[in-house]
């Protein structure tokens, strides 16, 4: 009987775009991928096996490199490289198996950072060559116009949503410091992955966060900065104009006081003249800055 987890040699070489000969070659020649024996003789390959000697050959274009790069990675933690391929294929199915893969050996906070966020950078419109693959089941990323392919669209939809999930399981506030995030990306940015990664390590830091559109009329963002009462002011994203940041930083402040105002991700076009902070372009960086920034003096003393 065929486990579910193994497959037949006419199938695994499919899977792999090479000849049912050339599979047997390679196991006599390197002994892997290596087949278990049915009672009736017939090869059986483990399809975990198969699918991370496809995954590394796609990245090698060697056979020798890819099985030796197969066999250190095993079945190892997931990495972004072979996220980047689940989602090109537009499996959510296998995405979520890779990231409960990183999280079983990383912090929420790597997995995003690493894995995640990294796999959907590898398909974001621009990303170098080095980066995109044309060989099967990973289509270009990007077109003259700098439209975004629709892996990288279904990525991007698919990391958002990984995202909130995982908001909405984040412990409650164990801090009084508030973090107020304006949010200035827009659908489908790169950024706003950043950005909602960023609230994500905050609130998992125990912070008060609240994450608002930048386009909100300055006059109506009152309530909210006074039912936060936040600490910190966050720009992030690139999208909105200097006067608008302008307006609502001069309305925090009118309600809040002399709040710290940080840019995240080049929010503030670096002119030179602004007295805006900035804290990274990755966001744990970020939170650890903020973390930091919030905590009193006192605290840190005890801490050391």
């Not at 899977?15 to 991928?33: A, D, Q």
């Not at 909130?164 to 489908?188: M, W, Y």
Request: aromatic share 6%.
């Amino acid at each position: 009987m065929l486990h579910m987890s193994a497959i037949r040699t006419n199938a695994a070489a499919a899977l792999l775009g090479v000849s049912p000969n050339t599979l047997r070659s390679w196991e006599h020649r390197f002994g892997y991928p290596t087949p278990r024996r049915t009672e009736g003789g017939h090869r059986q390959f483990d399809l975990a096996e198969v699918e991370t000697l496809k995954q590394a050959f796609n990245e090698t274009h060697d056979i020798s490199s890819a099985i030796s790069l197969a066999r250190e990675r095993g079945e190892g933690p997931s990495t972004p490289v072979r996220l980047r391929f689940a989602l090109g294929a537009y499996s959510a199915e296998k995405a979520d198996r890779l990231m409960e893969e990183s999280l079983a050996v990383r912090s929420v906070e790597r997995s995003v950072e690493s894995v995640l966020l990294g796999a959907v950078e590898m398909l974001a419109p621009g990303a170098s060559s080095a980066e995109r693959s044309s060989d099967e089941g990973l289509a270009q990323t990007d077109d003259p116009g700098g439209m975004p392919s629709p892996e990288y669209c279904f990525a991007w939809r698919y990391a958002t949503g990984w995202l909130a999930a995982a908001q909405r399981v984040a412990p409650p506030a164990t801090r009084e410091e508030g973090v107020l995030i304006f949010d200035a990306s827009r659908p489908f940015d790169i950024d706003a992955l950043h950005v909602q990664a960023l609230e994500l390590f905050l609130r998992r830091a125990g912070l008060r966060v609240l994450c608002l559109p930048i386009e909100l009329e300055s006059t109506r963002i009152g309530s909210a900065i006074r039912a936060l009462s936040p600490s910190a002011v966050v720009l992030g994203g690139r999208n909105a104009s200097l006067d608008a940041i302008g307006r609502l930083i001069y309305a925090t402040r009118q309600s809040a006081g002399d709040v710290q105002v940080l840019d995240f991700r080049g929010a503030v076009p670096d002119t030179g003249a602004s007295t805006v902070a900035r804290i990274g372009p990755d966001a744990m960086g970020a939170a650890q800055a903020l973390r930091e920034a919030l905590t009193p003096p006192s605290r840190l003393a005890r801490v050391s």
